[in-house]
């Protein structure tokens, strides 16, 4: 268990307005310069900079250099959890505020990346598909592949045993539930979950929309929704 001092730490990261923008805009999974990250926050470079290397410091944001670029990520699954987690907790406490209106937020809700796997409606549709088919089987806080959801994987191109034999001290949960901070309900997380994500943007089933955390669903995908996870879908 952390001690009470790192708790506030990660917590006091985590809290400040302008961090909370820039780990945001990190929840995509992308990698992004402090440049970029500056115009999500609203501030300079120079101010981004600053940020960021507390960020770091304190494990919530991992560095990679690459020629004269430093790009910033989210520094573990771990940290986008936290993240989702806070905003799930944040929309409950919002429930007398107005409700948020627009065509981005509509695009959210609809499907979005929760760090690199899928989330709003289209993730929990997924979730809830895959469960009622009985290719995975989803716990409070756990889960499982079953056979039938091996060999469906295994079908477009997925190597579960591949995922399952991953060790080390970076080495992720196969399958669980994440819970949806929109939809409240889950959406299906873990390394099947981020598998399932790629699969989707490498195959043209899903798109990004702008350069958001949104995702929109391709005329393709919305037939390999329903031909092989029997999803009724349209394409946006």
């Known amino acids: 268990m952390p001690s009470n001092a790192k708790f506030a730490e990660v917590a006091a990261l985590a809290g400040d307005p302008t961090r909370a923008a ?11 310069t402090a440049t970029e990250l500056s115009r999500a926050a609203g501030i300079t470079p120079q101010t981004a900079s600053g940020h ?14 690459q020629g004269r670029h430093r790009y910033h990520r989210l520094a573990s699954p771990e940290v986008a959890r936290m993240m989702e987690s ?4 944040a929309s409950t406490l919002d429930v007398l505020q107005p409700p948020r209106t627009g065509p981005r937020d509509e695009a959210l809700r609809a499907g979005r990346t929760c760090y690199d ?10 979730a809830d598909g895959l469960s009622a088919s009985g290719h995975v089987e989803l716990s409070d806080d756990g889960g499982l592949v ?16 591949s995922l399952s034999a991953a060790r080390g001290p970076r080495a992720r949960v196969l399958c669980r539930p994440c ?15 981020a598998a399932l994500c790629a699969r989707g943007f490498d195959d043209g089933w899903i798109r990004r929309v702008g350069d958001t955390r949104a ?16 999803l009724r879908i349209s394409a946006s």
């Open 22 to 32: 820039m780990l945001h805009a990190l929840m995509d999974g992308r990698a992004l």
């Open 52 to 65: 960021l290397a507390r960020m770091a410091a304190g494990g919530l944001v991992a560095v990679t250099k």
């Open 86 to 89: 806070i905003m799930q907790v």
């Open 117 to 126: 796997h899928l989330a709003g409606r289209l993730g929990v549709a997924l």
């Open 146 to 161: 079953t056979e039938s959801g091996i060999a469906l994987f295994d079908r477009i191109g997925i190597d579960v045993a």
């Open 179 to 193: 819970l949806d901070w929109s939809e409240r309900r889950p959406h299906l997380a873990g390394s099947i979950g």
């Open 215 to 230: 995702v929109a669903v391709t005329r393709k995908g919305e037939r390999v929704f329903r031909d092989v996870f029997g």
